[in-house]
């Protein structure tokens, strides 16, 4: 990583900042369950820098971004949306990282998540676009399969069930609340991340990660119906 490309943060290097917010993450998110665990954070923080290292943008907030956007998901805080939030800016505080940056951190924390796109306040930064398709990314391909599953199992859902068939959410809610089988999941959202893509690098890794999904449904049908 290019040390002029970043800013500075305050006291500590930009390195040690990184460094600071990373042992303070994996340390926040022991025990979290399989999709949103510290090995996704790691995932998403390695995509989100070779994007921006294609791609431009700050490092510094592509770093703190990444490594912070999922400190609090609402999910697991009675549908809060406010606990990410302040504790990702209680974090930044105690890093001292200039107001600019912190405010740009933020800014991606409160409008990454996929539940927030019918309600999204615009204001796509170029940072907000690499962390966005990097994290979009990990709900793709093979892991992406893996943290469908792992998430199905944790609601209990049942994988698959012939009679209920994918639906679309027009709102927040509703996608949020939905019980449906982990299968339709895939028709619901894993397969229309493609088309939303931002960076050209974020969307050449989407066109493998997407062939691998749909060769994998067409596997399971044919052996649904014991055809293969
Ligand atoms: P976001 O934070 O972007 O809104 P989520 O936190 O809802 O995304 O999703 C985190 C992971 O859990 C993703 O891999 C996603 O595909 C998976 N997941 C979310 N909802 C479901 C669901 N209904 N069935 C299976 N997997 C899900
Ligand atoms: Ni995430």
Not at 71 to 85: L, P, S
Not at 158 to 182: C, G, K, L, N, R
Not at 208 to 222: P, S, V
């Amino acid at each position: 990583m290019e040390n002029d490309a970043l800013q500075t943060a305050g006291q500590l290097s930009n390195e040690e900042a990184i460094a600071g917010t990373a042992a303070y993450v994996k340390d926040a998110l022991l025990g979290a369950e399989g999709g949103h665990d510290w090995w996704h954070i790691e995932r998403v923080w390695k995509t989100a820098q070779h994007i921006q290292a294609q791609e431009g943008g700050n490092a510094l907030v592509v770093n703190l971004a990444a490594l912070l956007h999922d400190i609090a998901d609402a999910k697991f805080y009675d549908g809060d949306e406010t606990v990410g939030q302040k504790k990702a800016s209680d974090w930044l505080s105690k890093l001292s990282v200039e107001k600019g940056v912190k405010e740009a951190v933020l800014h991606i924390i409160a409008n990454i998540s996929y539940r927030h796109r019918y309600s999204s306040t615009g204001g796509y930064t170029l940072e907000l676009k690499i962390v966005q398709d990097a994290d979009r990314l990990d709900a793709m391909g093979a892991i992406g399969i893996a943290r469908a599953f792992s998430y199905g199992g944790f609601k209990q859902r049942p994988f698959y069930d012939p009679q209920i068939p994918p639906e679309q959410y027009h709102s927040t809610v509703a996608y949020a609340q939905s019980a449906a089988p982990t299968i339709n999941h895939f028709y619901e959202k894993l397969l229309l991340l493609k088309e939303g893509m931002h960076t050209e690098y974020g969307r050449q890794l989407a066109q493998g990660r997407h062939a691998y999904m749909e060769a994998y449904l067409q596997q399971f049908f044919a052996e649904w119906e014991g055809r293969l």
